[in-house]
């Protein structure tokens, strides 16, 4: 059975970082395709980005609102996924969910909570 | 960016009955050498993750009940629910895969009417 289980969500000023973390299991993750998709509170789905696999170049994409602040990476010696989150804004207030997939979005966790306040 | 969007907003039906969710997309999410639609469907039950339910537009994903069915072609698309039940409550979302930034419609919600 696919795990995904999100960890490292918290409260934190803006101009602040963050890093997420996203453990899998029940897949072979260093095979997987792996994106962060985030969900404003009360408010719809927004895909933050995705990392291919390390046989496709690892290569990361970023939707425009975060490139630059956010980084993708991934551990496949310890089937994690990552995501460091700087220059936080309040607008990155959301719940952020670690899903298998580059294009759509077959296993989703249970998602993190970030809260960008002063 | 495809801009994707649905209608309507929000949606209550009876159990038993029907539900018909619409989504366009602000271009052709066609990819013409596969002939395939490279648009999905999620369901989101409160306090949940979104579960993928169809993708190719009408492909049910493994476990999905046959009472969900996607259609459509080019920009316009549609998730039916043959008969509504109770657990169906939840909010719906189309995404399209075809380019890059995948994209969201803006969920529509379902109700019990």
């Known amino acids: 059975e696919v795990q995904l289980v999100e960890s490292g969500g918290d409260l934190v000023k803006p101009g602040g970082s963050l890093r997420l973390s996203c453990a899998a299991s029940g897949f072979t993750f260093s095979n997987a395709y792996m994106s962060w998709v985030r969900q404003a509170p009360g408010k719809g789905l927004e895909w933050v980005g995705r990392i291919k696999s390390k046989t496709d170049g690892e290569t990361t994409e970023y939707t425009a609102p975060v490139k630059g602040r956010f980084t993708i990476s991934r551990d496949d010696s310890k089937n994690t996924l990552n995501l460091q989150m700087n220059s936080l804004k309040i607008e990155d207030t959301a719940v952020y969910y670690c899903?298998?997939?580059?294009?759509?979005?077959?296993?989703w966790g249970q998602g993190t909570l970030v809260t960008v306040s002063s | 960016d495809i801009v994707m969007t649905q209608s309507p907003d929000s949606l209550a039906v009876s159990l038993g009955e029907r539900a018909t969710i619409n989504c366009k997309s602000s271009q052709s999410v066609l990819y013409s050498s596969n002939n395939k639609h490279y648009l999905a469907w999620y369901q989101q039950k409160p306090g949940q993750p979104p579960k993928l339910l169809i993708y190719w537009a009408s492909t049910r994903q493994s476990g999905v009940p046959d009472r969900f069915s996607g259609s459509g072609s080019g920009t316009d698309f549609t998730l039916t629910i043959s008969s509504l039940q109770a657990e169906d409550v939840a909010v719906y979302y189309c995404?399209?895969?075809?380019?890059?930034?995948?994209?969201f419609g803006q969920g529509t919600k379902l109700e019990i009417k």
């Open positions: 899903t298998t997939g580059g294009k759509l979005f077959d296993h």
């Open positions: 995404q399209q895969y075809y380019s890059s930034p995948r994209t």
